[in-house]
């Protein structure tokens, strides 16, 4: 069905999952609701659905500990629906991969929004944006992929927003509080850590390290920069 997303909502809790289910295929979407974490991953690599509706505190498996296995095999957007309201708690779980994390109570409509939020970001807006090229460096956001001399990258859903927000600002130097505001969507700030690991994840997937650069350059105490390898003095 055109224009009808996919959800699959990994929820236990039979007072939350069936109206939840309900509303949300009310406003549209076609959800499918399973009650336990190796349901979920199973369900996710065969059916592929466009979102995940992830609750924390599953029977089976902790729902951080699903994210990251899921992080490993596959980028679907996912958003975090728990009632854990730690700012900590939060942090692991964006650091995790999820796109989102909303705090239960919520409003199916609340949700409802973060998922077309979360969509609209993946899919690209509709005039297409630009593709960006940095040296052999592609990265094209509508299509939300990244080549590097043409050969495909395996990037997360967090690795690509952040790959895109540096090549658009590239031969600037981007601070770790712009990137936690802009990708992470953390105004309030937060760890210098969940940039510092993703820029390494990123650094490993370009065929680089911080010591031995090429398109990423620390510099200290400031932030970061994506340039032209070899443009560098």
């Known amino acids: ?20 289910l309900h509303a949300l295929r009310d406003r549209g979407h076609a959800v499918a609701a ?30 951080l500990e699903l994210l990251r ?3 490993a095999v596959n980028s679907t957007p996912v958003i975090i629906a728990t009632a854990r309201d730690e700012e900590a708690e939060i942090i692991r779980g964006l650091d995790a991969g999820a ?70 600002r590239a031969g600037r130097v981007v601070s770790k509080r712009e990137l936690l505001t802009e990708v992470w969507q953390l105004p309030y700030g937060g760890a210098d850590k969940t940039v510092d690991v993703h820029l390494s994840w990123l650094r490993r997937k370009l065929g680089e390290t911080a010591q031995q650069p090429r398109y990423l350059h620390t510099v200290r105490g400031v932030g970061v920069r994506l340039d032209v390898p070899g443009t560098q003095s």
Do not use: C, N, W
């Open 1 to 20: 069905m055109p224009g009808v997303a996919r959800l699959l909502l990994i929820e236990d809790d039979p007072a939350i999952r069936t109206p939840l």
């Open 99 to 168: 796109d989102d994390y909303v705090v239960k109570p919520f409003t199916a409509a609340q949700l409802d929004a973060r998922i077309r939020a979360v969509l609209r970001r993946g899919a690209g807006s509709a005039d297409g944006p630009a593709v960006l090229t940095v040296g052999e460096l592609r990265v094209d956001p509508a299509a939300r992929q990244a080549t590097l001399a043409g050969v495909p990258l395996e990037l997360t859903p967090r690795e690509f927003d952040l790959l895109h927000h540096l090549a658009a």
């Open 69 to 71: 296995m899921l992080r």
């Open 34 to 63: 399973v009650q336990s974490a190796m349901t979920g991953l199973q369900r996710v690599l065969d059916d592929r659905p466009d979102l995940v509706v992830l609750d924390l505190g599953l029977p089976d498996l902790d729902g």
